[in-house]
Nanobody, 115 residues
């Protein structure tokens, strides 16, 4: 089993920044890839960014240049730095770990961007 705990969400004004953290209960080197997703009110969950075990990163086009995913393997933690936040970035942000053929999810952290 893999447990994930997200933190770092909150209320921020448009143009502001937040850094989300996702602490994983196992070594990141045992995880195939880590991803951040978000779910806005009334909408489906969407992929935001991911980072592989080899530290290759990938982003949804609309997040490129504003969001950055990174990791600290000594802390088993993955981060999502979010800059120049917009009201449409509001939602619950989830961390996902893929280990072999199984996905594990955290409980999510709320991000609210006011205009």
């Amino acid at each position: 089993q893999v447990q994930l705990v997200e933190s770092g969400g909150g209320l921020v004004q448009a143009g502001g920044s937040l850094r989300l953290s996702c602490v994983v209960s196992v070594s990141l080197f045992s995880i195939n890839d880590m991803g951040w997703y978000r779910q806005a009110p009334g909408k489906e969950r969407e992929w935001v960014a991911s980072i592989t075990s080899g530290a290759y990163t990938n982003y949804k086009d609309s997040m490129k240049g504003r969001f950055a995913i990174s990791r600290d393997t000594t802390k088993n933690t993955v981060y999502l730095q979010m800059n120049n936040l917009k009201p449409e970035d509001t939602g619950v942000y989830f961390c996902r770990a893929r280990k072999i053929n199984t996905d594990y999810w955290g409980q999510g952290t709320q991000v609210t961007v006011s205009s």
